[in-house]
């Protein structure tokens, strides 16, 4: 049993910048990889980021890349999303995800931090 649980969203102007936290608890040393995805209104939720927890590998969404960057402090358990340059289109729910060891798969998922871009 994992919980997660996002914060750091808010209304920020384009161009600005914003770093969104997920804190893990529960379960957490059977958490293989963690990831952010988002869900604007309308459309189909979008993977936006993933890490692996012990090598750091990472992965982006090709919008976002170079502008985005995923980290973890595997010390706390949390999962962090910086995030800059942003950009109207950028404006959705972000929501924070977790993959157990033995499934390989997307197996939790936290309430979602609304992050609005205005023009």
């Known amino acids: 049993q994992v919980q997660l649980v996002e914060s750091g969203g808010g209304l920020v102007q384009a161009g600005g910048s914003l770093r969104l936290s997920c804190a893990a608890s529960g379960r957490t040393f059977s958490i293989s990889r963690m990831g952010w995805f988002r869900q604007a209104p309308g459309k189909e939720r979008e993977f936006v980021a993933r890490?692996?927890?012990?090598?750091?590998?990472?992965d982006y969404e090709a919008s976002v890349k170079g502008r985005f960057t995923i980290s973890i402090d595997n010390a706390k358990n949390t999962v962090y999303l910086q995030m800059n340059s942003l950009k109207p289109e950028d404006t959705a729910v972000y929501v924070c995800?977790?993959?157990?060891?033995?499934?390989?798969?997307?197996?939790?998922w936290g309430q979602g931090t609304q992050v609005t871009v205005s023009s």
């Open positions: 890490i692996m927890r012990n090598s750091r590998y990472t």
């Open positions: 995800a977790a993959d157990i060891e033995s499934t390989g798969t997307w197996d939790y």
